[in-house]
């Protein structure tokens, strides 16, 4: 029996071959092996795209920025114009444009598609009104050049800005590329730009063309250098026949006072008073009045609050890009960012320092760092029904005696949180999408810095309780800082425009 058994003798095998058998033999380690292989393999991909990315933005680009030279091809600036609403095609489709501006962050582009041979050394940001759920692949760029020249090609991006309620027409942004030849040097810069809407085949040609907005020219286009001016501030469409005179007078003044050097206001509709009064400052170069002609949709039905969100981003893109300014505070007129009592570094010593002794950009460019993207304050709200001081009124010589910063002293005890009513100031060249409340989207790895309520507040002159605690307030006399200071300021600037009245400024009916 035995002499009939036959043996075979084990073939040798590889150690590779045996430690291979041995790993995949087992289901749990088979199973569990091939996820983390996956997985390395796809954190391996991302680390690889991001040192791409970094060599991309921090080498490609910038070298190729600074080989090139940008002109526009004509001597007229074009920064110069005054924009208004405009249909894109048919009026009736109630599409329209308003602003562009010419964008040099490379980091802007960085994802943005480009031909074999080219490189994008910029982009063009459009401010318009388009339907809610339009789709990116539906809206063209037309450039147009000095010479009539016209190029056109798809929107790289189109989103809707944030805040739009879910409502038909939403403020939205259309971003298109500029690119150039990697052997090119001289590149000429288009003067206009025009969108389509592809859905309506009558409108390939443009109907309308906004005049793009270049950094000024000392800037050689690219923003090489740091902002020459501090803080802007933006307050959007006055509107529905808006009549308190003096409040808007307070506002410039107290502000000034606080740091601000420009005002950027948006006339929807007001009463004669204010445009005697937004003139006025229009007239000594410390305001620019730009017309919000914005029509064809009911208020807070079609369109969120007369597409305020398309000027509060064309606000941020005009101060920081055209104006120059490193700081834009986004608030309206019964608003003002005060910092408070803080310790600040004093020759070397650190002493507590007076309220009274720091402005608001003193104050911003204290905490400031290059990671920054916006400074944001909680709200506090000086309600009309609390009880007024008029103690500290000027005897005898004062004519504007009510000033909301001056006898409204008591407030909501509890600021909100962060994010809720609270305003911000944006580092205009770290900001991208500005919300009514905080900064929507910012450049890569900035970040925001959330003002501590002992170092600053947001003080909110509202007439009427919006529920947020009401009952519970305690008495803040901050706001008295400037004392005499804005009193007299007020009164000299309405006895130069209501001598009629004894230099008494309207308040109004609001």
């Known amino acids: 029996m035995r002499s009939r058994i036959r043996y075979h003798p084990l073939k040798s095998r590889s150690k590779a071959f045996v430690l291979t ?3 995949f033999s087992n289901t749990f380690i088979r199973k569990y092996g091939i996820f983390s292989v996956i997985l390395c393999l796809g954190l391996g991909y991302l680390f690889y795209t991001r040192v791409l990315y970094q060599q991309y933005i921090y080498q490609t680009l910038p070298l190729y920025q600074k080989s090139i030279r940008l002109r526009l091809g004509h001597s007229e600036n074009y920064s110069d114009q005054v ?7 048919d009026p009736s489709d109630r599409l329209q444009i308003y602003s562009a501006y010419f964008d040099p962050r490379l980091e802007i582009v960085h994802n943005f598609r480009v031909t074999e041979g080219t490189l994008p050394f910029g982009t063009v940001r459009i401010f318009s009104i388009l339907p809610l759920k339009v789709r990116r692949r539906e809206i063209y760029c037309h450039f147009r050049y000095a010479n009539n020249r016209t190029v056109w090609h798809r929107a790289d991006q189109v989103d809707a800005i944030h805040e739009n309620f879910g409502m038909e027409f939403s403020a939205s942004y259309v ?9 090119q040097v001289d590149i000429e810069l288009p003067a206009e730009v025009g969108l389509t809407y592809d859905q309506d085949l009558s409108a390939m040609q443009p109907t309308s063309f906004v005049g793009i907005h270049y950094p000024s020219r000392h800037q050689d286009f690219l923003l090489r250098t740091p902002p020459r001016r501090k803080l802007a501030i933006c307050v959007g469409p006055a509107h529905h026949n808006y009549s308190n005179a003096a409040r808007i007078v307070e506002f410039v003044e107290y502000w000034q006072l606080l740091g601000a050097e420009r005002f950027y206001f948006y006339n929807k509709s007001v009463t004669a008073e204010v445009d005697r009064v937004m003139s006025y400052y229009r007239e000594r170069n410390v305001a620019e009045v730009l017309q919000w002609n914005l029509e064809g949709y009911e208020f807070e039905k079609d369109l969120r609050y007369e597409g305020i969100f398309a000027a509060l981003n064309d606000c941020l893109y005009r101060a920081t890009l055209v104006g120059d300014f490193h700081y834009t505070a986004l608030v309206d007129f019964d608003e003002f960012l005060l910092p408070l009592k803080a310790i600040v570094p004093k020759n070397n010593a650190t002493t507590a320092a007076v309220a009274d002794e720091e402005t608001l950009v003193q104050y911003l460019d204290r905490q400031g760092r290059f ?6 304050f909680e709200a506090v709200f000086f309600y009309g029904f609390y009880e007024e001081d008029f103690s500290k009124l000027p005897p005898g010589w004062a004519n504007n005696t009510y000033l909301y910063t001056q006898f409204r002293t008591m407030r909501t005890k509890k600021p909100l949180m962060h994010h809720n009513r609270s305003k911000y100031v944006a580092v205009g060249r770290n900001a991208i999408e500005a919300g009514n409340h905080f900064v929507w989207r910012a450049l890569r790895d900035t970040n925001e810095y959330r003002v501590p309520e002992t170092e600053g507040l947001l003080f909110h002159y509202r007439d009427l309780c919006i529920g947020y605690g009401c009952e519970t307030y305690v008495e803040d006399t901050s706001a008295r800082r400037f004392g005499k200071e804005i009193q007299r300021s007020v009164d000299n600037v309405c006895q130069q425009l209501f001598p009629e009245t ?6 109004g009916d609001d």
């Open 175 to 183: 971003v298109c590329k500029l690119v150039g030849n990697k052997h």
């Open 21 to 23: 058998s041995a790993v």
């Open 371 to 376: 990671d920054v993207h916006s400074f944001n």
């Open 83 to 89: 924009d208004r609403w405009k249909p894109i095609g």
């Open 502 to 507: 004894d230099g008494v400024c309207p308040l």
